[in-house]
Nanobody, 123 residues
């Protein structure tokens, strides 16, 4: 059982930057595909991006491509989501997710989830 805990959310002005983290325990994330999702009020959970194991290649939703970056620090068992040039439409609860094999964009494909961290972008 992998336990994921997100942190680092908060309030930021439009155009600003914020980094959120996802710390894992109970498993080594270096063997997992790690994804980031977000959910705004009244909307479905939306794929943001993912980082692949092995190799570390990343894939992003078009809505965040060029602004968001996912990285992982295997020594710290942590995955990061760096968000730049934030927009009001990026306001959501951000979740990290893990799965041993799934590389797709559907939330149902990921087995383990964190509790989420709130990001609010003020315009």
């Amino acid at each position: 059982q992998v336990l994921l805990v997100e942190s680092g959310g908060g309030l930021v002005e439009a155009g600003g930057s914020l980094s959120v983290s996802c710390a894992a325990s109970g498993g080594t994330i270096s063997y997992y595909q790690m994804g980031w999702f977000r959910q705004a009020p009244g909307k479905d959970r939306e794929f943001v991006g993912r980082i692949k194991w092995p190799g570390g290649s990343t894939y992003y939703a078009d809505s965040v491509k060029g602004r968001f970056t996912i990285s992982r620090d295997n020594a710290k068992n942590t995955v990061y989501l760096q968000m730049n040039k934030l927009k009001s439409e990026d306001t959501a609860v951000y979740y990290c997710a893990a799965d041993r094999s799934y590389l797709g964009t559907l939330p149902s494909g990921y087995r383990f989830w964190g509790q989420g961290t709130q990001v609010i972008v003020s315009s």
